[in-house]
Nanobody, 122 residues
Framework: QVQLEESGGGLVQAGGSLRLSCAGS????????MGWFRRAPGKEHEFVGA???????NYADSVKGRFTISRDNAKNTVYLQMSSLKPEDTAVYYC????????????????WGPGTQVTVSS
């Protein structure tokens, strides 16, 4: 079974950038579609974006043009590059492994990391 762990979260000013990493262990991530979700205080999980095993991407409208997902299968790691950050991007960010990158529901992803906090100050 694959284990996931996010890193790279922190505090950043509005307009700034941050790169999150999701490292896999126990099994290669190369056969999975990898998704990023976030959960703001008092809200449900929100789909951010996903990448297929071959690098096709799918983004939520709220982050399109600002966030970029990439993967390095040799390092068994997936990245979420976030730019032009806004206070409303503040949330705990999770990576998850699933079967299809066009899936946007949490139930479509079987394996999850513990999350990393991103706080954007105004």
């Amino acid at each position: 079974q694959v284990q996931l762990e996010e890193s790279g979260g922190g505090l950043v000013q509005a307009g700034g950038s941050l790169r999150l990493s999701c490292a896999g262990s126990g099994r290669t991530l190369s056969t999975y579609a990898m998704g990023w979700f976030r959960r703001a205080p008092g809200k449900e999980h929100e789909f951010v974006g996903a990448i297929s095993w071959r690098g096709n991407t799918n983004y939520a409208d709220s982050v399109k043009g600002r966030f970029t997902i990439s993967r390095d299968n040799a390092k068994n790691t997936v990245y979420l590059q976030m730019s032009s950050l806004k206070p409303e991007d503040t949330a705990v960010y999770y990576c998850a492994a699933g079967s299809r990158y066009d899936y946007t529901q949490t139930s479509d992803y079987a394996h999850w990391g513990p999350g990393t906090q991103v706080t954007v100050s105004s």
